[in-house]
């Protein structure tokens, strides 16, 4: 990045004593930049969301996990406390959605069980509940019998569990589908274009397409005040294009997505440590269960394999045995834009007229409602949400040598 310093205000410009909205570009129609896009909306500015396939890529995969708890880890104590806020958002945010959309935004608030399939795994446990209550977190320790009073199809063979309760889970493509009828209610506008931002005499001043090819809806460039680069892993290279250093790198998430034979198979997130790896299972109110996942750091390759497919069900069978005679529905890949420190990327970087939104990793959804408000408030010139502050993109500024 070359410098530091902040956007100036957007608001309203004025013009001629007219007032006229704040026209914002935002390149990436995942989670993060629908989130974006429909807070910016909300209030009064003019947005265009530019993406060949809006609601596609990771946010197509992700499993909507709001759980800060169970996936938190020793020494990720910044992202922990942005997830606690942003997950303490999501009640309002999937209200909000629902009214504006008038489509259902339905969060699941059973809490998450974390359970463990051998004496090895209970250690996981262990160590999981004694980072949560230095943190203060709510967690219960579970003798396996509690724990399948409240998940009957739980393999009755379980070392150990944990009950978090103030968790949830929500489908990511409800909530894209919500955003995306949000959006165009509000008056917002999509383009199914692979675009780039476009820099003139050193400001960005909006965007156009990164070809002609990648332009099929025969629009020309998208004009804006501000311009959001949300556009995950990719965004690395938008923003090399503009001489800026924004380290995502792919991280690739297979799932699988299970139909059981009975309804209601669980009522809950379920996470497991299943002999030193990890899988979690999250229902769905259409009675599907979503099994994830895996962490490949094997570059931009979003195949599924065979050994992946078989770890996951080999895992999540284990946990609930009578998935084995599920219908398997679905199998997929996400690449997951993950960052150096496992800390999104999210503010102004040095160029007037640009901010960046990406690199959220496995978060993506847990981080969106912090994030959306984190842009808002760049954008307005207003003091960054807090625990938002950890997102700012100059952490990674690169030095010049003497
Ligand atoms: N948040 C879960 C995952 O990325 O797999």
């Not at 009522?267 to 299943?274: G, K, L, T, Y």
Request: proline residues 7%.
């Amino acid at each position: 990045m070359s410098t530091t310093r902040p956007l100036s205000r957007h608001p309203v410009l004025v013009e001629s004593g007219v007032s006229t909205r704040t026209r914002v570009a935002i390149v990436g129609g995942g989670i993060i930049g629908l989130a974006s896009a429909w807070q910016l909306l909300r209030a009064g500015c003019a947005v265009t969301v530019l993406d060949p396939s809006v609601g596609g890529g990771a946010t197509n995969a992700a499993a909507g996990m709001i759980t800060p708890s169970s996936e938190a880890t020793f020494g990720h104590e910044a992202l922990l406390a942005a997830s606690i806020a942003s997950a303490a958002r999501w009640p309002t945010f999937a209200e909000q959605l629902s009214a504006d959309s008038g489509l259902p935004v339905e969060l699941c608030r059973e809490g998450t069980l974390f359970v463990a399939a051998d004496h090895d795994d209970e250690l996981v446990l262990a160590r999981q509940a004694r980072l949560l209550e230095r943190h203060h977190r709510s967690v219960d320790r579970l003798p396996s019998r509690a724990a399948r009073r409240l998940e009957p199809a739980l393999s009755p063979r379980l070392a150990g569990s944990l009950l978090i309760e103030d968790e949830s889970s929500v489908d990511p493509r409800q909530v894209a589908q919500a955003l995306r009828v949000a959006i165009t209610r509000l008056g917002g506008e999509f383009r199914r274009v692979h675009a780039r931002p476009q820099l003139r005499a050193g400001r960005v001043i909006g965007a156009v397409p990164a070809s002609e090819a990648a332009c099929p809806d025969g629009g020309g460039p998208c004009h804006a005040d501000v311009t959001v680069l949300a556009g995950g892993w990719a965004t690395t290279d938008l923003a090399t294009g503009l001489g800026l250093h924004v380290p995502i790198r792919p991280l690739k998430g297979q799932v699988l997505r299970l139909r059981p034979a009975a309804p209601d198979v669980l009522h809950r997130v379920v996470r497991a440590s299943v002999h030193g790896r990890f899988v979690y299972l999250v229902p769905r109110s259409s009675g599907e269960v979503v099994v994830g996942a895996t962490s490949e750091d094997v570059g931009p390759d979003a195949s599924v394999t065979a050994g992946a497919v078989h770890d996951l069900l080999h895992d999540a069978i284990e946990i609930v045995p009578e998935l084995s005679e599920a219908v398997l529905v679905e199998s997929l890949s996400g690449l997951r834009p993950a960052t150096p420190d496992n800390l999104p990327i999210v503010g102004a970087v040095g160029i007037d007229g640009l901010v960046v939104a990406a690199g959220h990793g496995r978060d993506g959804i847990l981080l969106a409602p912090l994030t959306a408000e984190a842009v808002l408030a760049e954008v307005l010139g207003q003091p960054s949400p807090q625990h938002a502050d950890h997102f700012a993109p100059q952490r990674f500024s690169r030095t010049e040598g003497p």
